[in-house]
């Protein structure tokens, strides 16, 4: 009788196992299917990974003090370092000096929005072309929205800028911006826009802005193999569909793949692997609650509904999103780096394949980080709110 229980049991097992694995293709709105190679069944829930303590093997060197919030950094072919502050004005420093950058757009500074993320064209040093994202008040309706914005940066000054994205509707609410770029190996622009606190109308809406992943061209027209090109329901910049509010994005130096985190409500920050046409699930999946408690959604798991990687409960709030792909840490190569703005400190991820294996605080009770990236020295760079830019320094 027992050995029979047990083999039913096993085989019971076994079968759910198999359940749970993803179907290799996601219905998008029941309408159509886009294939997906998406392995990850079960995410990794970091609050089970022990939180290493700070090592404290580097120093805290100070590179731009006395700023109010640098929300953006990127590094010129010199090797000078641009970045935002997110009151609205942007800056190069050249090792030595400061020098701010003139013309810079009207921003609309409201809660989270402002001057947010910076980065350069790949071919920066042929074509001079910069990006921006901003909170802005163009357009119709009262508020504002998440644009994203080319210009040539000539002399410290933006030049012949022109918005070739801008979110839909504007609003007075104050968060979610997203903002976040990153270049594919693909040669296209990537940028990530939060659900502007409208969690139940835009992220599973492909018809409206927010809460989703865009992919453009460095001109800002459309690639034609985008996702959602074919439905005329759609935005045809979408890439993916269903993030709340991404404030992480990189492409992975190695894999080449696009890789975001996003803020949870309370608990459910989340890594996620950015594949084309992908619902990441919010907010009809998620592993946090409301921040009051109460729960909006009893679902972790919904078929057609992509799981994070990695999931954080509680919340770190993170901003900022890394790499190390230098040498200068030794056995650090290729650890993720995120930056928490909740708990003041940068937390580096050891990953194996799709799982995450080891957490480990760095520069602890520092501040609130901002942005966290590598520099063209190899050096890990942090912006830190109330504070400054600074780098850590191996001792
Ligand atoms: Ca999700």
Not at 96 to 106: A, D, F, L, R, S
Not at 280 to 287: A, E, K, M, N, Q
Not at 293 to 310: L, N
Request: proline share 6%.
């Amino acid at each position: 009788m027992r050995p029979l229980l047990l083999i039913l049991l096993l085989f019971y097992f076994v079968a759910c196992k198999q359940e749970e694995k993803p179907s290799s293709s996601i219905a998008v709105n029941d309408s159509e299917s886009i294939e997906t190679t998406d392995k990850i069944s079960t995410p990794t829930d970091l609050d089970e990974l022990q939180l290493h303590e700070d090592p404290e093997n580097y120093n805290i060197v100070p590179v731009v003090k006395n700023l109010s919030n640098p929300w953006g950094m990127d590094w010129m072919p010199s090797g000078d370092l641009i970045f935002t502050e997110k009151e609205g004005k942007m800056f190069r420093f050249d090792g030595t000096t400061t020098h701010e950058i003139k013309n810079v757009p009207e921003i609309y500074v409201r809660g989270q929005g402002g001057l947010l993320d910076v980065i350069l064209h790949p071919d920066f040093e042929d074509n001079q072309f910069i990006y921006i994202s901003y909170a802005s008040q163009q357009g119709e309706g009262n508020g504002g929205n998440t644009a994203i914005a080319r210009a040539k940066l000539i002399n410290d000054e933006l030049q012949q800028l022109e918005v070739i994205y801008k979110a839909t509707p504007n609003t007075k609410k104050g968060q979610h911006f997203g903002s976040r770029f990153a270049w594919g190996n693909d040669g296209k622009l990537y940028f990530s826009i939060g659900e502007r606190g409208a969690r139940d109308v835009n992220p599973q809406d492909l018809s409206r802005d927010g809460g989703k992943i865009y992919r453009i061209n460095d001109d800002g027209s459309i690639p034609n193999d985008n996702p959602f090109m074919e439905r005329e329901d759609a935005l045809p910049a979408i890439f993916t569909y269903g993030n709340r509010n991404p404030q992480g994005l990189l492409k992975h130096p190695k894999t080449g793949e696009i890789i975001a985190h996003e803020h949870g409500p309370k608990g459910g920050d989340e890594i996620n692997i950015i594949k084309p046409g992908v619902n990441y699930g919010w907010p009809v999946i998620s592993y946090g609650v409301n921040y009051s408690g109460t729960k909006f959604t009893d679902k972790v798991k919904q078929k057609g509904m992509a799981q994070p990687m990695a999931y954080w409960d509680p919340s770190i709030a993170p901003s900022g999103f890394a790499v190390i792909d230098s040498n200068k840490y030794p056995g650090w190569k290729g650890n993720y780096l995120i930056g928490s703005l909740k708990f003041s400190y940068v937390e580096m991820l050891e990953t194996s394949g799709d799982k995450a294996v080891k957490r480990t605080k760095l520069a602890d009770g520092f501040g609130r980080m901002r942005n966290v990236k590598m520099g063209p020295d190899g050096l890990i760079y942090l912006g830190v709110e109330g504070d400054g830019i600074y780098r850590l320094e191996p001792k």
